[in-house]
C-alpha cells in the first residue's frame, strides 16, 4: 500500500536549514523513518521540500508507512506532531480518463549526449524551453496531457528553477543537480500510466529530492 505523507519542519531549527541545502542530508534523515528489513532493503521513497518564507514543509511519497519522530526531533517541534500520513490508493483509485489536477512536479531534466571518446554522459537542461520539452516529450508516456496540441501553448510554466551541489559521500567531490519546478494543470489521459509515475516518480536524481509528482484539487 503507498502512502502520502506532509511534514511541517520548524524553519527557524538549523538542522532544517541543513535538510534545506544539503539533499543526502535529507535523504539519510528519510532513511531513518522506515525499519531495516533484510529481505526489502532501504524502501523506495520520492520526496520533496518545499519553502515559502519561514514555512518548510516535506512531501513524502512511499511503499511502507513512516514514522517522523526522528526528523521532529531534529527539525520540528517538540511539543506537537507536524505530520500527516494518508493511504494513496484513495487518490490513485479515483483516477480517470478526462479528469483536470492541478499538478507540481520537481524534476531533474537532462538529456543524454555521447562524448569524443564514445562515453555517455547525462547533461542537466537548464534553459526553460529545453526543459518545457523535457516534459512534453514525456507526457504520453506519464498518462497525461499538459498540450492538446503542437500549436498550442503549454497548460504549466517552469516556477523555480536552480542548480543544486553538494558533497558527494566520500567528501571528496560533489554532485550537481539541475533541477526545476513545474506547476500547472494536466488532463488525464492513462490512469494506470498516471498512477505508476506517482508512485515510481519521474526522471533521474530521486534519492535527492527530483521525481515527485503530486495532484490537487483542480480550480479552474
Known amino acids: 500500500m503507498p502512502y502520502l505523507s506532509t511534514m511541517e519542519l520548524n524553519g527557524q531549527r538549523r538542522q532544517t536549514a541543513k535538510f534545506l541545502a544539503n539533499p543526502r542530508t535529507m535523504h539519510a534523515a528519510i532513511e531513518s523513518c522506515f ?48 505530520w500527516e500520513t494518508r493511504n494513496y490508493d484513495l487518490l490513485l483509485d479515483r483516477l480517470m480518463t478526462g479528469q483536470y489536477y492541478q499538478f507540481r512536479l520537481t524534476a531533474n531534466p537532462v538529456i543524454c549526449t555521447v ?81 505508476t509515475a506517482l508512485i515510481e516518480g519521474i526522471g533521474r536524481s530521486k534519492a535527492y529530492g527530483s521525481g515527485l509528482l503530486t495532484l490537487a484539487t483542480y480550480k479552474g
Open 115 to 195: 562524448c569524443e571518446d564514445g562515453k555517455k554522459r547525462h547533461v542537466g537542461l537548464v534553459r526553460e524551453p529545453d526543459q518545457i520539452n523535457w516534459l512534453l516529450a514525456r507526457q504520453e508516456n506519464l498518462g497525461i496531457s499538459v498540450q492538446s496540441d503542437p500549436d498550442s501553448v503549454p497548460t504549466f510554466s517552469v516556477s523555480r528553477s536552480k542548480r543544486v551541489r553538494f558533497p558527494h559521500k566520500n567528501k571528496q567531490t560533489y554532485v550537481t543537480i539541475d533541477q526545476c519546478q513545474f506547476d500547472g494543470v494536466l488532463t488525464v489521459t492513462d490512469p494506470n500510466a498516471l498512477r
Open 35 to 82: 525499519p531495516s528489513t533484510p529481505d526489502e532493503g532501504n524502501p523506495r521513497v520520492l520526496w520533496r521540500l518545499e519553502r515559502h518564507g519561514s514555512k518548510v514543509t516535506l512531501w513524502l511519497v512511499s511503499e511502507r508507512q513512516p514514522s517522523f519522530e526522528h526528523i521532529q526531533e531534529q527539525a520540528g517541534w517538540s511539543a506537537q506532531p507536524t
